[in-house]
């Protein structure tokens, strides 16, 4: 999805001209300070913290929102499988909880999933589609529970107005090969929550407590690890987002022609989307399993195939997350038939993200012709 040219390697050069490998040490006001910036703005957020992963960014956030050993987060059965280890990475316990047809986490699940032990939810932006957000606000505030969007896979989509990731508690991007801006691996954490901002800047950097920032942050120091990005990794990010918004534009403009094909075609329908004026993606969805091409058949993002936690194996007996758990956590490969149902009869089309809109419509008829 993602573009690339002459601006990043420029970018990269002056990174290597300048000598300025660390963000930290002499990076202040960097290329990495400078992204950040520019996400805080655009994105309508008090604070932007950029980290190595997707994958980091959930884990730090968890840390910063203080959910650790016997704590339950309730995540969807169709995701990456980070969204749930993370969870695990903070001694928590993940609750799976079905999707609907919009492909993201069900609202009505959420609330049957909810324990005393529960302590936040994670909707999965899949594929570019928004949660319903409304609702799942709604169910936190009534139930007094932390919101941490997962926005790895819908950099820069929006819902209701609002950048996803800028509605919840806190949220966090992904910056891999496969998302819609890219620096080969990264990620980013959002909050508007000073306290939660400055113990992820904690754990993300074991050196936090000597940085020049140390002395203006009101938290106590506690150990972190290092999730912390290079400034070549900034220097590409700052010009990936520049391209942002283009790409969203080429994204929606085309799905908008395929939807009006796809509205005639009565082999299938096409995915609820959660705010239908900024949608960025075309799922559809079948009235009986497909026999190929399901998104039942992509496997790894799929909670039957998560392994190590099916299996609730750690690094070591001691710190398995499961053996702090408040009650007996029970996983089961029907546990959320309903979402096994819906994969089984779902497909993705890919948006031609590189044709002409000529050439868009024709794709989406030859698939209604299929």
């Not at 790895?152 to 949220?171: E, F, P, T, W």
């Not at 074991?206 to 290079?230: C, I, L, Q, W």
């Amino acid at each position: 999805m993602f573009e690339i040219g002459k601006e990043e390697l420029d970018a990269i050069a002056q990174v290597i001209t300048n000598k300025q490998f660390m963000r930290y040490r002499g990076g202040e006001g960097g290329f990495t300070e400078t992204f950040e910036e520019e996400v805080c703005d655009k994105f309508k957020v008090k604070h932007a913290l950029t980290v190595n992963s997707g994958t980091s960014a959930l884990i730090c956030s968890l840390v910063a929102m203080g959910v650790g050993p016997g704590d339950e987060v309730i995540v969807p059965a169709y995701t990456w499988i980070a969204s749930a280890m993370a969870v695990c990475a903070v001694g928590a316990v993940p609750i799976l909880a079905d999707i609907d047809e919009s492909l993201t986490i069900d609202p009505e699940d959420i609330e049957r999933k909810i324990t005393p032990y529960t302590k936040a939810v994670i909707p999965v932006h899949m594929i570019n589609t928004p949660c319903d957000m409304d609702r799942i606000m709604s169910l936190a505030k009534e139930h007094g529970l932390l919101i941490l969007e997962d926005t790895c896979q819908a950099v820069g989509i929006s819902y209701k107005g609002k950048v996803l990731g800028s509605i919840g508690d806190m949220g966090t991007l992904s910056f891999n090969m496969y998302k819609n801006i890219t620096c080969g691996e990264g990620g980013a954490l959002l909050t508007n929550n000073d306290k939660f901002y400055e113990r992820a800047i904690m754990y993300h950097d074991a050196g936090s407590f000597t940085r020049e920032h140390a002395k203006a942050m009101d938290e106590p120091f506690f150990p972190g690890v290092n999730y912390r990005v290079s400034e070549i990794q900034g220097a590409i990010l700052g010009e990936q987002f520049k391209r942002l918004p283009g790409i969203i534009e080429k994204l929606c403009e085309r799905r908008k022609i395929m939807a009006e094909v796809f509205a005639d075609c009565d082999k299938f329908k096409m995915v609820k989307n959660n705010d239908e004026s900024s949608a960025a993606a075309i799922p559809i969805i079948y009235d009986k399993p497909l026999e190929s091409g399901s998104l039942l058949e992509t496997g790894r993002h799929i909670y039957t195939n998560w392994e190590p936690l099916m299996n609730q194996i750690a690094y070591h007996k001691d710190m398995n997350p499961f053996k702090w758990a408040k009650r007996k956590i029970i996983y089961t490969d029907d546990m959320c038939q309903k979402t096994l149902d819906i994969l089984a009869r779902a497909k993705n089309i890919e948006i031609p993200y590189d044709m002409s809109l000529n050439e868009t419509k024709a794709y989406a008829e030859a698939i209604c012709n299929e």
